[in-house]
Antibody
């Protein structure tokens, strides 16, 4: 059974960098698939942030591209998100998820983490 | 970006009755490979989204057959043949034909 678990600080100060990690169990990232991040501001809809392949190739949402870095660590079977220069607008539940393919056209997200709330506040 | 528009915003359904949700995209989701990259998710209260339907009409593993998807091009529909209490939550459509992936605004389904 594939499981994903997000971890990281729940509170980040404005202008600082948000850093989250997604630990994957039940499946080896090196075996394939794309791995992505999606966020959901409180009470709002879903926004795709970006995706990464085990080789390290990435796709980012253009609206966030200048501030986002997604990386993968196959030795630890995890991948990470960094979002720089955060503001209150970045307050959201952040989900990590798996998708069978990510080169456009992109596949569905079949397994999701439980999500982690990150609040941007001083 | 492709805009995904869902209607209605909310639905109140009597158990055992059908429900239907519409999703319209601002561009065709039909790819030259013959596939249509339209997906449906359900986010139950307090949970992460779960995949229901992929490529318009294929049910994901474990999804009850009371859920069905249809449509083509830019117009899509998710139908629940007989709503059950466990079907409450917010339903989202999502397109994957062009980056960035985009989601509809969601349709909240509740039980009368």
């Amino acid at each position: 059974q594939v499981q994903l678990q997000e971890s990281g600080p729940g509170l980040v100060k404005p202008s600082e960098t948000l850093s989250l990690t997604c630990a994957v169990s039940g499946y080896s990232i090196s075996s394939g698939y794309y791995w992505g991040w999606i966020r959901q501001p409180p009470g709002k809809g879903l926004e795709w942030i970006g995706s990464i392949y085990h080789s390290g190739s990435t796709y980012y949402n253009p609206s966030l591209k200048s501030r986002v870095t997604i990386s993968v660590d196959t030795s630890k079977n995890q991948f990470s998100l960094k979002l720089s220069s955060v503001t209150a607008a970045d307050t959201a539940v952040y989900y990590c998820a798996r998708r069978p393919y990510g080169d456009p056209p992109s596949g569905y997200f079949d397994y999701w983490g439980q999500g982690t709330l990150v609040t941007v506040s001083s | 970006d492709i805009v995904m528009t869902q209607t209605p915003l909310s639905l109140s359904v009597t158990p055992g009755q059908p429900a239907s949700i519409s999703c319209k995209s601002s561009q065709s989701l039909l790819h030259s490979d013959g596939k249509t990259y339209l997906y449906w998710y359900l986010q139950k209260p307090g949970q992460s989204p779960q995949l229901l339907i992929y490529e318009v009409s294929s049910r994901f593993s474990g999804v009850p057959d009371r859920f069905s998807g249809s449509g083509s091009g830019t117009d899509f529909t998710l139908k629940i043949s007989r709503v059950e209490a466990e079907d409450v939550g917010v339903y989202y459509c999502m397109q994957g034909i062009h980056l960035p992936d985009t989601f509809g605004g969601g349709t909240k389904v509740e039980i009368k």
